[in-house]
């Protein structure tokens, strides 16, 4: 499975982005779950979002309210709509995917800097 980040950039506080991840590959049908992380600069990677093949969703409590995470299943993309940005958004935000065999694949990052 190879996936396609996209959509990070400068954003000011309050600001909005929207990120895409679009999944390809022979083994890109038999999901399980696809979900966002953030790892902030000299911080472990967290969880930010994650959306399960039933469509049940989860986040992070510091998200919650302000971002939602979605996806298009017939183009195998997910999305994250970030709304009312705060500087500590800012960071690396990787796709992630977990298959039915429970093989785990990673995005590149695609940063995400938020301004006061």
């Known amino acids: 499975v190879q996936l396609q980040a996209s959509g990070g950039g400068l954003a000011q506080a309050g600001g909005s982005l929207r990120l895409s991840c679009a999944a390809s590959g022979r083994s890109a049908t038999a999901v399980n779950a696809m979900a966002w992380y953030r790892q902030a600069p000299g911080k472990e990677r967290d969880e930010v979002a994650r959306?399960?093949?039933?469509?049940?969703?989860t986040y992070e409590d510091s998200v919650k309210g302000r971002f939602t995470i979605s996806r298009d299943s017939a183009r195998r993309t997910v999305y994250l709509q970030m709304n009312d940005l705060k500087p500590e958004d800012t960071g690396t935000y990787y796709c992630?995917?977990?298959?039915?065999?429970?093989?785990?694949?990673w995005g590149k990052g695609t940063l995400v800097t938020v301004s006061s």
């Open positions: 959306i399960n093949f039933t469509g049940d969703k």
């Open positions: 992630y995917y977990l298959n039915r065999a429970g093989l785990k694949y």
